[in-house]
């Protein structure tokens, strides 16, 4: 079975600077899928960026970018000038390309912007 | 294109009682899903459906039924609820394999 592990249960930085959350993952598959999913104190959850294994290139969305290591089985998300709307739970997950479209989430980290 | 819609956002059990949460989708997705989240446990798959008809157990099944019996509709029911089951709910559509999941706005349940 998959498991996601986010090590950091809550950080903190300023207004405008760089945050970086770690996330690591156990699979035995070759092929899969990587997100990272923000959920604001409205709860809702809101798709910030998605990864798949086969491509190298790290993805990239706006402020928010990837470094996708696939042999040390880590995926964290980098929050470039963090802006106050940034502040939300951020949760990694994980899905096989294969079967069933299940995802597995890690615990989520805590992240607060301070003006 | 209301996207994922969830009903009740709030509701009150009694411990024994039964009640479905509404999950409704109108971007005509096949992959259905509902989620539990837990203080310290990320989400957790409930079940899940792969197309109309079509349903599966994820890893928390037990006291929890569902059924697909149309595209854009995926209820949860829970059959006795226990205070276990206090928890928020999201259900969650997708159309792509690998493609991410839309979410609902969640249902808060407690059950005293």
């Known amino acids: 079975a998959q498991t996601v592990t986010q090590s950091q249960p809550e950080m903190s930085v300023q207004e405008a600077e760089t945050v970086t959350l770690s996330c690591t993952y156990d699979?035995?598959?070759?092929?899969?899928?990587l997100f990272w999913y923000k959920q604001p104190p409205s709860r809702q959850m809101i798709l910030v960026i998605r990864?798949?294994?086969?491509?190298?290139q790290n993805a990239t969305e706006n402020r928010f970018s990837v470094n996708f290591q696939k042999a040390a089985k880590s995926f964290s998300l980098k929050i470039s000038d963090s802006q106050l709307g940034d502040t939300a739970m951020y949760f990694c997950?994980?899905?096989?390309?294969?079967?069933?479209?299940?995802?597995?989430f890690g615990q989520g980290t805590r992240l607060t912007i301070n003006p | 294109n209301a996207g994922v819609t969830q009903t009740p956002k709030f509701q009150v059990l009694k411990t024994g009682q039964s009640m479905t949460l509404q999950c409704a989708q109108d971007?005509?997705?096949?992959?259905m899903s509902w989620y539990r989240q837990d203080p310290g446990m990320g989400l957790r798959l409930i079940h899940y459906s792969v197309g109309a008809g079509i349903t599966d157990q994820g890893e928390v099944p037990n006291g929890y039924n569902v059924s697909r019996s149309t595209t854009e509709d995926f209820p949860l029911r829970l059959l006795s609820a226990a205070p276990s089951q206090t928890s928020v709910y999201f259900c969650?559509?997708?159309?792509?394999?690998?493609?991410?999941?839309?979410f609902g706005s969640g249902t808060r349940l407690t059950v005293v």
């Open positions: 990864q798949e294994a086969y491509k190298q």
């Open positions: 699979t035995s598959e070759n092929n899969y899928y």
């Open positions: 969650a559509s997708s159309y792509l394999q690998g493609g991410g999941y839309t």
């Open positions: 997950a994980f899905m096989k390309t294969q079967g069933a479209q299940k995802l597995v």
């Open positions: 971007m005509n997705h096949e992959y």
